[in-house]
């Protein structure tokens, strides 16, 4: 096997991994993709480590190991799945090893695949359900609708401008508790409570903490308990956010 081609692997594997794990995929599922990934490529042996802020990968008869870094995580499952029926294309020498390079790099440089408005109506139509569900009660759907609307439009916008992790999450449900004080004052609302559950459901961290859950069962102990501190985290910072507002009225 030529030095260029074990290259490719490594890149490969690399950018798969990386992709996966940027996007919220599971550990088992990531380390899964590069073994089937550097098998099918005709490497036999392929060590790797892996966790949520980092890879190492190395692969028989190359002389060093090979890192790649994660500087950031979010949630697009879209391109998880993408990356997986890019390896199974792989897997039945449907695409070549520079063709799964170069798809990679084209998933990698995308944009998000939903605009922010159909995001904002999926958040506001999330919080009016979920807190029907939740609570059994239509009353304060309109209210829900709307506040959690505008909380995740703040979340959005502090995230991606700011960039300070947990800092969003904090500020977004500050202004929700605002919002749903305001709501059940002008009578937009009835119940307080309700109009908050609603409100802060798009925040909540629910496929950090169902990876989280699934890497401790598949034995990986490192990334399992990082990503439940992480969510652990976010969801201080959620209550943190309400408990201010509660302070205040």
Known sequence: MGFDKQT?????????GRILIEN?????????TMQRIAFNAGVKNAQMFVTVTGIVISIDNHPNAQVASI????????????VNELSRKFAQREIDLPELVRLLDRIDNETATFPF?????????????LLIIFTHEYVDAPAGFV??????AIFYFLNHKFKVQFLSEFFASFIIGILAAI?????????????????????VPGVPITNAVRDL????????????????????AIAGGIVCVLNFI
């Open 8 to 16: 490719h692997i490594l890149n490969a594997c690399l950018q798969a």
């Open 24 to 32: 919220g995929s599971e550990m088992a599922r990531v380390i899964d």
């Open 71 to 82: 500087d950031h995580r979010t949630i697009d499952l879209d391109k998880v799945a993408r």
């Open 117 to 129: 408005w159909i995001r904002f109506l999926a958040a506001a139509m999330l919080s009016a359900v």
């Open 147 to 152: 506040v959690g609307g505008i909380g995740f």
């Open 183 to 203: 709501a059940v004052k002008i009578g937009l609302g009835v119940h307080f409570d309700n109009i908050i559950i609603g409100g802060i459901m798009p925040l």
């Open 217 to 236: 069962v598949s034995g990986n102990l490192i990334s399992g308990p990082a990503r439940a501190f992480e969510a652990l985290i976010s969801a201080v």
